[in-house]
C-alpha cells in the first residue's frame, strides 16, 4: 500500500472532493493527535495493525479523526467494512445489511465491520435491531459519535463496545497540518506557492476548535479568494485568515484553558449580581460560537446551586428559555440566553442546595442507620400530618442516632427565608 506522509512529495490526484477529503490520513504516520490512544504499541493501534478490533464506540467533536481511523482499520482489516449513516439508512437497509453480513460469514467465512456514524441518531428500534448480531458474532460493531455516547447510546450498545474518546486536536498538530497544506499546493502540477504569517497561523488554530476539517477547509478558502502577489506568491495574513474561518480576534478557545475562564468569569458574575459582567461575557461565548447547549447547561446548575431556594422560580424560567432557544434558534435565540442570564444575575441568592453533601458525607462516614419504626412501611404507629391542624406535628424522622442532627443551612434571602421562619415558628409551637 503507497505510503502518504507528511513530508512526502505524493498526494492523491486533483479532484473535485474538499481538501479536506483528500489530504484524510491512509495511515498512523499520517495521522495526528489522539497520541494517548494510538501512540505506539497501545491498545488501539495494535488492535487496528493486527486485525484484531472489537467492537466500538468512537465519541469526539467534529474533525478529529473518528472517520480517519475507520479508513485505517479498512486499510488493515480482511473483513468487509460496510458503512452506513445513521441519519440516511432506515431499518430495514441496516436489516438487509445483517443480513448479508449472515450470508458472507456462512458463505466465504468472511467478517463483516458494519461502521455506523453518527450512532447517537439511530431510534432505539435500530440501535435494538443490532445487538442479536454482536452478540453473536455476525457483525463487529463501530460507532461514532459527537454526542456522550453514556446519554445519547442504548445502554445495551454501550455494554457490548470499548468506547474510546478523541479529543480536540492541539496546538502542535493542527500546525503540522497547516504545513500538510501548504505542501499539497506546492505539489500541485500548477502548483501554488504559499506562505502565511504566524499570527493567521495562531488565529486559524484558535478558532478551528481542534477540528482538523474545519481548519483545512477554511484555509483552502483563505487560499482560493486570495491573488498572487507580484512574487507569484500567496500571502495569506491575519484579515483573510479571519475572513477565512469568520471569526475575529475574540479572546476565546472553545477547547483551551481561556473557554474554561470565560465561563467561569460569566457564572461568577451571576453570583456576584452583576447583570452587566454577564452579559459581558455571555456576548463573548456566542461571538466565539460557544454551543448555546454548553451555555444552557451551566445556567440552569447555577440556578440550583446559586439561586437555589432563594427563587425556585429561576430553574424553571431557565428550562424555559432552553426550551424556547430550541424552538426558535439563532438569531432571535439571543433573547432567551439573555433573559435567562439576566434573571439569574439579579436574583437573590443561596447555595442551601449543596446541604445534600453534608448528607452524603454521613451516609459514607457512618454505619447505616435503620428506619424508626414509625417510619416504615405499613408502620400502625405513624402520625399523618395531614390529621393535624396545619398539617403538622412534632415527629422525629431522623434514625435514632442521628436525632437532632442539621443537614440543610437555609440562607437568609428570597422564598428561603420565608420558608424557613414558618419552620422555625412551627417547630418552636
Not at 495521522?31 to 487496528?48: C, D, K, P, T, V
Not at 445483517?98 to 450512532?119: G, M, P, Y
Not at 478551528?208 to 477554511?218: F, H, K, M, Q, T
Not at 506568491?233 to 485568515?241: G, N, Q
Request: net charge positive; glycine share 4%.
Amino acid at each position: 500500500m503507497e505510503q502518504n506522509n507528511l513530508f512526502s512529495n505524493t498526494f492523491p490526484a486533483e479532484s473535485n472532493a474538499p481538501l479536506a477529503e483528500k489530504l484524510r490520513p491512509k495511515n498512523f504516520d499520517d495521522f495526528y493527535g489522539q497520541e494517548s490512544l494510538l501512540g505506539n504499541n497501545s491498545l488501539l493501534r495494535n488492535a487496528i495493525l493486527n486485525d484484531k478490533v472489537g467492537n466500538i464506540i468512537f465519541s469526539g467533536p467534529p474533525g478529529v479523526g473518528k472517520t480517519t481511523l475507520i479508513e485505517i482499520i479498512s486499510s488493515n482489516t480482511r473483513s468487509s467494512l460496510i458503512k452506513i449513516n445513521a441519519v440516511l439508512s432506515s431499518i430495514k437497509e441496516l436489516r438487509n445489511e445483517i443480513q448479508n453480513a449472515k450470508e458472507r460469514l456462512n458463505s466465504a467465512n468472511r467478517k463483516t465491520i458494519l461502521f455506523i456514524d453518527e450512532v447517537h441518531r439511530f431510534t432505539a428500534v435500530q440501535q435494538d435491531a443490532l445487538l442479536p448480531s454482536i452478540e453473536n458474532g455476525t457483525i463487529t460493531f463501530i460507532g461514532a459519535t459527537t454526542e456522550n455516547p453514556f446519554f445519547a447510546v442504548n445502554k445495551a450498545l454501550i455494554s457490548r463496545a470499548r468506547i474510546f474518546s478523541l479529543l480536540p486536536l492541539s496546538k502542535y498538530d493542527l500546525k503540522k497540518i497547516i504545513e500538510k497544506v501548504i505542501k499539497y499546493y506546492s505539489s500541485l502540477k500548477e502548483s501554488k506557492t504559499i506562505e502565511i504569517t504566524e499570527e493567521a497561523i495562531n488565529h486559524l488554530i484558535k478558532f478551528s476548535g481542534g477540528d482538523a476539517r474545519n481548519l483545512i477547509n477554511a484555509l483552502e478558502f483563505g487560499i482560493s479568494i486570495t491573488k498572487e502577489n507580484k512574487h507569484k506568491i500567496i500571502f495569506i495574513d491575519l484579515v483573510i485568515a479571519e475572513d477565512a474561518i469568520q471569526k475575529k480576534n475574540i479572546l476565546y478557545d472553545k477547547n483551551g484553558q481561556n473557554h474554561f475562564d470565560v465561563i467561569s468569569a460569566f457564572i461568577k458574575s451571576i453570583r456576584g449580581s452583576d447583570p452587566d459582567a454577564a452579559l459581558y461575557w455571555l456576548a463573548n461565548m456566542v461571538e466565539a460560537g460557544e454551543d448555546p447547549n454548553f451555555i444552557f447547561r451551566r445556567l440552569l446548575i447555577s440556578a440550583s446551586e446559586d439561586i437555589g431556594l432563594a427563587d425556585p422560580n429561576a430553574i424553571v424560567v431557565v428550562q424555559s428559555c432552553c426550551d424556547a432557544f430550541d424552538r426558535v434558534g439563532f438569531p432571535e435565540g439571543l433573547f432567551f440566553l439573555s433573559q435567562a442570564s439576566l434573571y439569574l444575575a439579579i436574583s437573590p441568592k443561596s447555595n442551601s442546595t449543596k446541604s445534600i453533601f453534608k448528607a452524603v458525607d454521613v451516609i459514607k462516614s457512618k454505619n447505616i442507620s435503620l428506619v424508626p419504626n414509625h417510619l416504615k412501611n405499613n408502620a400502625t404507629n405513624y402520625l399523618n400530618p395531614h390529621n393535624y391542624q396545619g398539617n403538622w406535628l412534632k415527629q422525629e424522622y431522623l434514625p435514632i442516632d442521628l436525632k437532632g442532627m442539621k443537614f440543610w443551612k437555609p440562607k437568609d434571602s428570597g422564598w428561603e427565608k420565608n420558608k424557613n421562619e414558618d419552620l422555625r415558628k412551627r417547630r418552636k409551637s
